[in-house]
């Protein structure tokens, strides 16, 4: 989400092609270690193979879900299997999907630990989603799961979250 505000720099909700050949600049320069650098017609072909890929309803911009895929391939797939099934969450396997978007540990999830968790989960109801979709789902999961309102999740929350979001529940949170 962080990339995303970056590089929106207009603000509308979509990366636009100025706005991803700036991503992409930037990335070779992060890399110029290797001493490398880019073309003005590279620039182009990389920003077009790009949007090729990646901009899969052909509208010459990615929205927030095709740039995530850009960004970070990798799907959870531990947490769309439990999520997808209809059991009880057991305690290990919540103990490991609050272990997976703790990232510094203190046992509470908050700010970029939110935001990784409701893409997450934002991924299995709904491929398709906008920058704005994204932040009225995640307000929506902050409200059912954030009980005590200090914008922060705690395991017992998570477990919450979690077991509102049993495949037959999925639809009622999403856009």
Known sequence: MKIWLEFDQDKSGYIEVDELRNFISKLFESRMENKIEITEEKLNDYTQSILKIFDKNSDGKLQLSEMIKLINP????????????????????????????????????????IDALAKDLIDIVNKDYIAEDFQMFKKGLLKLGDVNHDGIISKQELYLILTAFTSKNLHDLSM
Do not use: A, M, P
């Open 74 to 113: 990798n799907e959870n797939n531990y947490l769309k299997l439990v999520v997808n099934s209809f059991s009880l969450i057991k305690k290990d396997q919540l103990d490991e999907i609050f272990s997976t978007y703790d990232k510094d540990g203190n046992q509470q999830l908050h700010d970029e630990e």
